[in-house]
């Protein structure tokens, strides 16, 4: 306990100094997330993880009548996670990061508050065959630039410091009532100093989005964020998850990017392309795009393009659709 006091009171100083936060102002009563989850209760839980679980939460007292996510870290090695997000989410004012709105922090209740998204998860519609059909062309392009602008954020456009996300997924991404992405789950996030280069750290992140130089190495790059968007914008452009095996005539399954890899210089993909969107996509559109998302999966850390390249090639790739 006087370590996690201590956790607190270095995370109270770090955000007074560089943004002027105090986090006791921050801080949600343990009664008041209760009530706004009905106890934490099944009838309010969205999604479940190994560490943690997420509700929805409907607050009527101090923050009055706010539909929030109620994300609850549920053991003690999720501790770090829980601190971890804490330190750099505050931090962050983007129209693209959801929105930090508090924390709870009583007994063995270690609890993120930030805004809700009513179209739930980028993940959710490439799982539901009916949301993803709903989920055109253009939608899909915003939907890549909106998530590409926060990343680069991250990389370039705070201050004092450079955060790698270390997690990019589609399960990452929520889309709000105009499905405008909106990037979450900082637990895994690593702030780095502007003039830090690279870091050393054990791999931590979903494994079917994983960096492989960052997995053998432990070696952590604003790189390695690229690696997992290049995954991201392939599931978007194949209609489907990278953890789903598919199979291509008498072949064997494979995973997304193994498909990606064997298929992009035989057919230019066009044999994984989503049927849903075949017909809707100017083939210079479709060409800028997979493009880019297949440098941003290069095995080799020079090839890959800087989230500031890629928020630019997507912006083209948007630009030639509605051209045309």
């Known amino acids: 306990m006087a370590f996690r006091d201590q956790r607190l009171e270095d995370l109270r100083m770090k955000l007074m100094s560089s943004s002027g936060l105090r ?3 921050l801080r949600i009563p ?14 309010t839980l969205i999604q479940e993880e190994s560490h943690y679980k997420v509700y929805k939460g409907q607050f009527t007292q101090r923050l009055q009548n706010c539909t929030a996510i109620v994300k609850c870290y549920i053991d003690f090695y999720s501790e770090s996670h829980f601190f971890n997000e804490l330190k750099v989410i505050p931090r962050f004012h983007h129209e693209n990061i959801t929105s930090f709105i508090g924390y709870g922090d009583e007994g063995d209740k270690k609890i993120i ?12 519609h490439l799982k539901d065959p009916n949301k993803l059909l709903s989920l ?20 370039l456009g705070l201050e004092d410091c450079v955060v790698i996300h270390r ?7 929520l889309l709000d009532e105009n499905l405008e992405a909106k990037i979450s789950s900082f637990q895994y996030s690593q702030v780095a100093d502007r003039n830090q280069q690279h870091i050393y750290t054990r791999f931590q992140g979903n494994v079917h989005y994983r960096d492989p130089i960052y997995r053998e190495s432990g070696l952590l790059k604003k790189e390695t964020d690229v690696y997992s968007f290049g995954v991201m914008m392939f599931e978007l452009f194949c209609g489907t998850l990278a953890y789903v095996d598919m199979k291509i005539g008498d072949d064997e399954p494979l995973r997304l990017i193994n498909l990606v890899r064997r298929y992009y210089n035989v057919d230019g993909l066009n044999t994984l392309i989503d049927r849903q969107i075949r017909d809707q996509i100017d083939r210079r559109s479709l060409d800028t795009f997979k493009e880019t998302a297949y440098r941003c999966i290069s095995y080799n850390l020079n090839d890959r393009p800087s989230m500031d390249t890629i928020v630019k090639r997507i912006t083209e790739a948007l630009d030639i659709h509605v051209s045309d």
């Open 23 to 25: 986090l006791e102002d």
């Open 30 to 43: 343990l009664e008041e997330i209760r009530l706004a989850t009905k106890d934490f209760s099944q009838e």
């Open 113 to 124: 508050v930030s805004e809700y998204a009513i179209n739930g998860t980028l993940g959710d």
């Open 136 to 155: 055109t062309w253009p939608q899909r392009l915003k939907i890549c630039l909106g998530a590409a602008k926060a990343i680069n954020y991250l990389h």
């Open 167 to 173: 997690n990019i997924r589609s399960d990452a991404i």
